[in-house]
């Protein structure tokens, strides 16, 4: 048993940058490194991302932050606003680098990615697995840790294992033989199996399933009922038979949703109109970023939760397109149909959004003999999109749209977008 298999056709790794956020704000402001650091969703609303050092503070994923001022401030921990258009450049900066080892990557997150080697001599993969890590942590700033193992659902165990213990491992951990692979079955939680989720944790544990190991000794016909074929999928992947593909196209997103609290609540049809249309004008500019067109919009509002003495009310909406678009004009025309029959008046709403659904390759989209102005319409989105590009955000707008407001997030602790902004980066005195 403690042998190694090194007859495995396939074997997997799993990359994941570590405290991705706060380290991508530590690349450029050194003098944090060490210290606590907690980054902001949108608004400044709630925790999102900490370093190791705020975990260790006791500071909760998803705190409020108005709620933890005074944590804040009495551990003298910083504080970021969410920086998206430096994380997702340092992101791409990063994926690139991992596809100079291996065709087969999937981009899993952000901060994640998934790469398959064949035909590669697996006593060297540690060797890989260093030069991979080594090379990240130079080129961008980045640190990650390795996870090798012959299946997706295994190479997330070594990945923890990897970081869980980086003093010993270095960051790099591999599961190259069966003594390796029972022994971080038995260590890993079943609440923290990759896929397992809360619901089939409660169950698994019902019947007395605790560890990883435990639930590949459970019988296979109990999983399929239970967890269906992809329970069973992850089963076989933790007993060393790669069962879950590799997604290749993963970062192509399957839909794209713009949704936002209002600052002061909107009562009137013409106001959320305009919201709706710059959200609608938002998710197609994202859509086109990755060549895709929606086949459906989903559009819905809602009343502040937290007001007990005013009417409450939320609904929401899924308009089908008669055929598949990128046009910004089209996907308005049909967010505002849908948002005529879900409003109601009288109502003070705080939030409203748009989901684009069903998104095809624009190559490879189903054409309608019912399409009107198409390729006036491909011009006139590629002309926007190049002004925006080159000029900014907000410069052309449609005319449903508030000419004089440009929404913007409360943002009190924001960085330098210091690899986007030709204005924010690093001044060399």
């Not at 390795?146 to 270095?170: D, H, Q, R, W, Y």
Request: charged fraction near 25%.
């Amino acid at each position: 048993m403690g042998r190694c298999n090194l007859h495995y056709s396939l074997m997997y790794a799993l990359i994941d940058c570590n405290n991705f956020y706060a380290s991508c704000e530590r690349v450029f402001q050194p003098q944090y490194e060490g210290k606590a650091l907690v980054i902001l969703s949108n608004n400044d609303g709630c925790v999102i991302a900490r370093s190791e050092e705020a975990k260790r503070l006791g500071i909760p994923m998803g705190a409020p932050a108005f709620k933890f001022r005074n944590e804040f401030k009495k551990y003298n921990i910083k504080v970021f606003s969410s920086n998206y258009p430096l994380y997702g450049d340092m992101s791409n900066r990063v994926m690139r680098i991992l596809e100079n080892y291996t065709p087969n990557v999937e981009i899993y997150s952000i901060d994640e990615a998934f790469l398959k080697f064949e035909g590669f001599k697996y006593q060297k993969l540690s060797s890989i697995g260093l030069k991979i890590r080594n090379q990240v942590r130079q080129w961008t700033g980045i640190p990650v840790s390795v996870g090798m193992a012959p299946s997706k659902g295994l190479s997330k165990i070594a990945n923890k294992i990897a970081k869980k213990f980086e003093n010993k491992t270095g960051g790099i951990y591999c599961i190259d033989c069966d003594e390796k692979r029972l022994k971080a079955l038995k260590w890993t939680d079943i609440g923290d199996v990759w896929g397992v989720g809360i619901r089939n944790k409660k169950k698994l544990e019902a019947i007395g399933v605790k560890t990883a190991l435990d639930f590949i000794n459970i019988p296979d016909i109990w999983v399929k009922k239970n967890m269906s074929i992809l329970g069973l999928r992850l089963k076989r992947d933790l007993e060393g038979i790669p069962s879950i593909k590799l997604e290749e196209n993963s970062q192509r997103k399957k839909t794209i949703a713009t949704t936002r609290s209002f600052k002061n609540t909107l009562s009137k049809f013409d106001d959320l109109k305009e919201r709706i249309t710059t959200y609608t004008i938002l998710g197609a500019e994202k859509m086109r970023k990755q060549h895709s067109c929606a086949s459906a919009i989903y559009i819905f509002v809602r009343s502040n939760p937290f007001k007990i003495n005013v009417d409450q009310y939320r609904n929401g909406c899924t308009i089908t397109l008669p055929y598949a678009t990128d046009s910004s004009i089209i996907l308005n025309h049909y967010a505002i149909k849908g948002l005529k029959n879900i409003f109601k008046s009288g109502i003070e709403y705080k939030k409203a959004g748009i989901l684009l659904l069903e998104l095809t390759p624009s190559r490879s989209r189903q054409m309608s003999l019912f399409e009107k102005d198409t390729y006036k319409h491909k011009l006139l989105m590629q002309t926007l999109d190049g002004i925006h590009r080159r000029f900014g955000p907000h410069r052309m707008k449609l005319a449903s749209q508030d000419l004089r407001q440009t929404w913007k997030m409360r943002r009190n602790h924001l960085s330098n977008r210091f690899t986007t902004e030709i204005n924010e980066i690093i001044k060399v005195k």
